[in-house]
């Protein structure tokens, strides 16, 4: 898990200008939910970016949902994204 944290973290430093990210992982918090996957992430991005916060709310949350586009197809059910 930590090496999938570290691997989203990198990606998106990479392809986004940041300040400070920070990454919660609140998959626990959703084993009893009915749609639950077992090796499926329920993540929490809080990112502080002027690249971003430049960008109306729908194009910032895009550019974040296109960087992690494989991620979110193959390992990640909830995607959380507040934008400082």
């Known amino acids: 898990m930590k090496n999938f944290i570290k691997d989203l973290e990198d990606k998106l430093k990479k392809n986004i200008q940041l300040s400070k990210i920070e990454i919660i992982d609140n998959t626990h ?5 009915k749609y639950f996957k077992k090796g499926k992430y329920h993540i929490s991005l809080i990112i502080t ?3 971003l916060r430049l960008l109306n709310k729908i194009s910032a949350h895009k550019k974040i949902m296109k960087v992690l586009s494989v991620e979110i197809k193959n390992k990640i059910h909830a995607l959380e994204i ?3």
């Not at 918090?29 to 939910?33: N, Q, S």
């Open 49 to 51: 970016s002027e690249e």
């Open 82 to 84: 507040k934008i400082k």
């Open 29 to 33: 918090l959703h084993r009893t939910h």
